[in-house]
């Protein structure tokens, strides 16, 4: 996806965002801190972006990838807005008709009146074969 005459590239982000480059033939990432490094441009060369948080608003997260010609000018930027998804399975683990996020009772399960834990019902019928 480089533009024509491209020979190296580098990565900006926002705070919210951790951008890690694979260069090809190495297993471990290098992470991207801060502006200023570049990486050559080689086949098989990727960008890992990862967000460990939900955002707080619609694209309020960017990440931006500019791209120089041989002896460093700059040729083009490339750049993509980001919204992180918070996505949690919560359960009224206690059973008292409240969702909670953080039951103590999550993790272990007891039946009766007292009981606590989770109830999950499947539907493994062929409603629409």
Known sequence: AAPAGAVAFGVKHTEGVSVAVLLRGRAEPEPVAGSGARWPLHEGTALRVSMS????????????????????????????FLTGLGISLDVDADQDGVVERNSPNK???????????AIVLVSCDKEFP
């Open 53 to 80: 948080r939900a955002s707080s608003e619609l694209n309020d997260n960017k990440v931006t990838v500019s791209f120089f010609a041989e002896g460093g000018k700059p040729i083009n930027q490339a750049g993509v």
């Open 107 to 117: 993790a272990t399960w007891a039946w009766g009146p007292d009981g606590h834990g």
